[in-house]
């Protein structure tokens, strides 16, 4: 498939699409199939790059991965892993950050794993740190290679307690899947909760496994012996759907995004709504729409759940150039997430970048020389540009841009997009987009 979408903008979108499983669950609940006895299957879940590239990982290691894309059912028999022959692991990476979660369950089964370099979106250093002192404390191994890492368990995995320095998502999903097979019991401090994990922890529980998450955000797990295969329905991805709803404001449209759930979304349709958007939540989805008037500036600052999510960032940032007056985003989740507003510049966007934290509360990114904050002066007509798609958010933000703008844009490399947003080009088709993908 080429990779240069032209696109014909100045129209709004309107219509209806549907966006199935969360990229940012899916590829971790087909980690878990690799702590099962039995085989498992898992529904909801989406057409996209991450899915084929954590299929093609398993796969190496032995798991018969089976993927009905009409009905969105992927079936994982792990059942040869241990006979499997790894070969060549560091050329299945892809630009995925998911292989780093294959530790623990190979640990627990294999008592080793190479893990190859991580790839996945450039928008900050985005160290695994915590990932290597958690495993440590379960009693692996590490081995820092050329290509990656290889692990070693030669006592066994054990529980052990650990108190996170921030809210790492990845990290606390190291943790969940170590911890359910080790012995005795682990304690996890400052977790991350987000939806997406609370839904592989809901995985993990039918697998067998025992865990409890307090309200202080402490998670529990007392270690079994062994684990059973799962069948599960993916949760909706909140990100994709909210990159639709910031498409509707943008280019002053209406669109219905079935699979969308409220509860996953509140912060995001709290800022949807003071930007001046409008949503009505249905029972098979959130219809999002631009009610005409202004767009209103806003201040907002980007926090792990239940915050406003930093995914949600990007596209956002290009509805806000349509806003009257100035907005203030703080990004305090990535040190670099503002690299995709260069190209909106170009377009005629007046956006400025700083090393403060603007607009909130001081963050772990401030006075070091990071661009974290960014204002944004609107509301700004955009202008049709080419554009070279920088990561997967900011892609999705440059579609966005090049729909909004008049004009005949030229986005490049839209593989990137297709990572985490299934058939987007058959999605803005059914919106009423003028484009071609050459
Ligand atoms: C595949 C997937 O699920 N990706 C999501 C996951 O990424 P990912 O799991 O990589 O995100 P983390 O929450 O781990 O990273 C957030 C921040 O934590 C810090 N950190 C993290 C790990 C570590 O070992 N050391 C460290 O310092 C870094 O400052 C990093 O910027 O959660 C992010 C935050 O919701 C989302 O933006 C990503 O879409
Ligand atoms: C940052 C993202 O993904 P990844 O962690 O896979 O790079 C994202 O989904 O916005």
Not at 49 to 55: A, G, M, N, P, Q
């Amino acid at each position: 498939m080429n990779d240069l979408l032209t696109v014909n903008g100045g129209t709004p979108l309107n219509g209806t699409i549907t966006v199935r499983g969360a990229k940012n669950f899916v590829s971790k609940a087909m980690v878990a199939s690799l702590l099962g006895e039995g085989p498992s299957e898992l529904r909801n879940v989406p057409l996209i790059r991450d899915v084929e590239i954590v299929s093609g990982l398993l796969e190496l290691h032995g798991v018969h991965v089976d993927y009905d894309a009409a009905a969105g059912i992927l079936r994982l028999d792990p059942s040869n892993v241990e006979s499997a022959h790894v070969a060549d692991i560091d050329a299945h990476a892809g630009s995925s950050r998911i292989p780093i979660l294959f530790c623990g369950p190979l640990l627990h089964r294999l008592g080793e794993a190479f893990i190859p370099d991580l790839g996945g979106c450039r928008i900050g250093d985005r160290p695994i740190n915590y990932h290597l002192d958690i495993l440590r404390q379960f009693g692996a191994v590490v081995d820092k290679r050329a290509q990656g890492i290889h692990l070693t368990a030669p006592h066994g995995l054990r529980g052990t307690k650990i108190s996170l320095p921030y809210p790492s998502v990845g990290a606390t999903e190291q943790l969940l899947l170590t911890a359910v097979r080790a012995e005795g019991i682990t304690e996890l401090s400052n977790a991350a909760i987000e939806p997406e994990i609370m839904d592989l922890i809901n995985v993990l529980q039918k697998m067998g496994a025992i865990i409890s998450v307090d309200t202080d955000r402490v998670i529990r797990i007392e270690g079994v012996e062994r684990l059973r295969g799962f069948r599960h329905t993916a949760l909706g991805d909140r990100i994709e759907a909210a990159s639709w709803a910031s498409a509707a404001l943008a280019t002053g449209g209406d669109i219905t995004v079935k699979g969308a759930t409220q509860p996953e979304m509140i912060a995001f349709l709290n800022t949807f709504r003071k930007v001046g958007g409008e949503f009505e939540v249905e029972d098979d989805g959130i219809r999002f729409f631009h009610p005409g008037g202004e767009l209103r500036s806003i201040v907002l600052e980007t926090d792990v759940h239940p915050g406003f999510m930093t995914d949600w960032q990007q596209p956002l940032v290009v509805a806000l150039t349509q806003a009257s007056g100035l907005s203030i985003v703080h990004e305090t989740v990535y040190e670099n997430r503002f690299g995709f507003t260069d190209a909106l510049r170009g377009m005629g966007a007046n956006i400025q970048v700083y090393k403060e934290c603007l607009g909130g509360r001081p963050c772990r990114f401030g006075q070091r020389n990071f661009y974290h904050s960014a204002v944004i002066s609107g509301a700004t007509p955009l202008e049709a540009a080419e554009i070279e798609v920088p990561d997967l958010r900011g892609g999705f933000s440059h579609l966005i841009a090049a729909l909004a703008a008049k004009g005949t844009s030229k986005v490049r490399g839209i593989g990137l997009i297709d990572r985490g947003y299934e058939a987007f080009t058959d999605k803005l088709a059914a919106l009423g987009a003028d484009f071609s993908r050459d």
